[in-house]
């Protein structure tokens, strides 16, 4: 290394020309305007203290690297070096991890309320077009029909309009101000009993969920239909089952103009036909409250139109 260095001192005063011999290029310490010879002293002095530069260079920067070489950074403006394989990237800040849909407040105002077993009805009207009924949550609310095909009947219930995508009732009551549709009795033969359709809404996700609609008073229906409409308290599966589906019911008459009706839960009471030990009346039916159904039943060829077009607490469908 020291020999490159003197070399290189060297090529700095003369040039080195492609035989190997050297050209003076000029007068190198001839003090006294010399032009035909080098001193040599003066040459050899150089010489040393470019060797004796590289050393005090190459115990600061490394060998080979000359201190003019070395570019000189500020520590804030140089980050560290971290090999490849170490490095890891930080983790993103809270203000930009998505969050999952299950972690995400509803919108709606109704749906944050926290499930403390008490039931919630808010008047639900279906002129302004949404389908969902404010039971205090997401879960429940939502419109759905039922008939009697499962066991055996043909009896059929068909909206007004059809149901947009994954059952969405929006269309439905858009198009009529409410939930409205034909219905078709046709089951007795098959049955052994009147045929029957309906729809209807749950306070929760399914039909195991109860709770307490006591502070409720009861509800209010406003609604039309060529024939009656029962409307029947819904109770968890397991309970139906044991009452031998004999649910507190109360049959709203027809009528062919919108009509409201306020009903107390001491309204509903069990069929006349149920003949079982276990009894169940409307107040106690309405502390276990899974859903509200809406029946239409009766001998096979009854045909017609219904509407629903508000529901709510007892005296809130003003």
Same mark, same amino acid.
């Given at each position: 290394?020291?020999?490159?260095?003197?070399?290189?001192?060297?090529?700095?005063?003369?040039?080195?020309?492609?035989?190997?011999?050297?050209?003076?290029?000029?007068?190198?310490?001839?003090?006294?305007?010399?032009?035909?010879?080098?001193?040599?002293?003066?040459?050899?002095?150089?010489?040393?203290?470019?060797?004796?530069?590289?050393?005090?260079?190459?115990?600061?920067?490394?060998?080979?690297?000359? =201190?003019?070489?070395?570019?000189?950074? &500020? @520590?804030? *403006? %140089?980050? /560290?070096?971290? !090999?490849? $394989?170490? +490095? #890891?990237?930080?983790?993103? =800040?809270?203000?930009?991890?998505?969050? &999952? @849909?299950? *972690? %995400?407040? /509803?919108?709606? !105002?109704? $749906?944050? +309320? #926290?499930?403390?077993?008490?039931?919630?009805?808010?008047?639900?009207?279906? @002129?302004?077009?949404?389908?969902?009924?404010?039971?205090?949550?997401?879960?429940?609310?939502?419109?759905?029909?039922?008939?009697?095909?499962?066991?055996?009947?043909?009896?059929?219930?068909?909206?007004?309009?059809?149901?947009?995508?994954?059952?969405?009732?929006?269309?439905?009551?858009?198009?009529?101000?409410?939930?409205?549709?034909?219905?078709?009795?046709?089951?007795?033969?098959?049955?052994?009993?009147?045929?029957?359709?309906?729809?209807?809404?749950?306070?929760?996700?399914?039909?195991?969920?109860?709770?307490?609609?006591?502070?409720?008073?009861?509800?209010?229906?406003?609604?039309?239909?060529?024939?009656?409409?029962?409307?029947?308290?819904?109770?968890?599966?397991?309970?139906?089952?044991?009452?031998?589906?004999?649910?507190?019911?109360?049959?709203?008459?027809?009528?062919?103009?919108?009509?409201?009706?306020?009903?107390?839960?001491?309204?509903?009471?069990?069929?006349?036909?149920?003949?079982?030990?276990?009894?169940?009346?409307?107040?106690?039916?309405?502390?276990?409250?899974?859903?509200?159904?809406?029946?239409?039943?009766?001998?096979?060829?009854?045909?017609?139109?219904?509407?629903?077009?508000?529901?709510?607490?007892?005296?809130?469908?003003?």
């Amino acid at each position: 290394m020291k020999k490159i260095l003197a070399l290189l001192a060297i090529c700095s005063l003369v040039a080195c020309n492609e035989s190997g011999e050297s050209n003076v290029s000029g007068p190198v310490g001839g003090g006294n305007g010399d032009q035909s010879g080098v001193n040599a002293d003066s040459i050899r002095q150089h010489v040393l203290d470019s060797i004796a530069m590289a050393n005090q260079s190459s115990a600061v920067v490394g060998p080979g690297l000359s =201190s003019a070489t070395v570019p000189v950074f &500020s @520590s804030s *403006t %140089v980050a /560290p070096l971290v !090999s490849s $394989s170490s +490095v #890891v990237a930080p983790p993103p =800040s809270s203000a930009v991890i998505p969050k &999952s @849909s299950a *972690t %995400v407040p /509803p919108k709606s !105002s109704s $749906s944050v +309320v #926290v499930d403390d077993g008490t039931i919630r009805l808010e008047l639900w009207d279906g @002129s302004l077009g949404k389908p969902h009924v404010p039971v205090g949550n997401n879960d429940g609310g939502w419109w759905y029909k039922y008939d009697d095909n499962e066991n055996g009947g043909s009896s059929s219930l068909t909206w007004e309009v059809e149901p947009g995508d994954k059952g969405d009732m929006t269309p439905v009551v858009e198009a009529c101000g409410g939930v409205c549709g034909d219905y078709s009795i046709d089951g007795f033969d098959a049955l052994g009993y009147n045929g029957f359709v309906g729809f209807a809404f749950g306070f929760g996700k399914n039909n195991s969920y109860k709770g307490d609609a006591t502070g409720l008073n009861g509800v209010c229906i406003e609604y039309k239909s060529a024939d009656p409409i029962v409307v029947e308290l819904g109770l968890t599966a397991a309970v139906e089952k044991s009452i031998g589906n004999a649910n507190p019911a109360y049959e709203l008459p027809a009528a062919a103009a919108l009509t409201v009706k306020n009903l107390t839960w001491s309204n509903f009471k069990q069929p006349t036909w149920y003949d079982g030990t276990k009894k169940i009346s409307g107040p106690d039916a309405a502390e276990q409250l899974s859903s509200l159904k809406f029946k239409i039943t009766g001998d096979d060829g009854l045909s017609g139109t219904f509407t629903v077009s508000k529901v709510g607490p007892y005296g809130g469908c003003k």
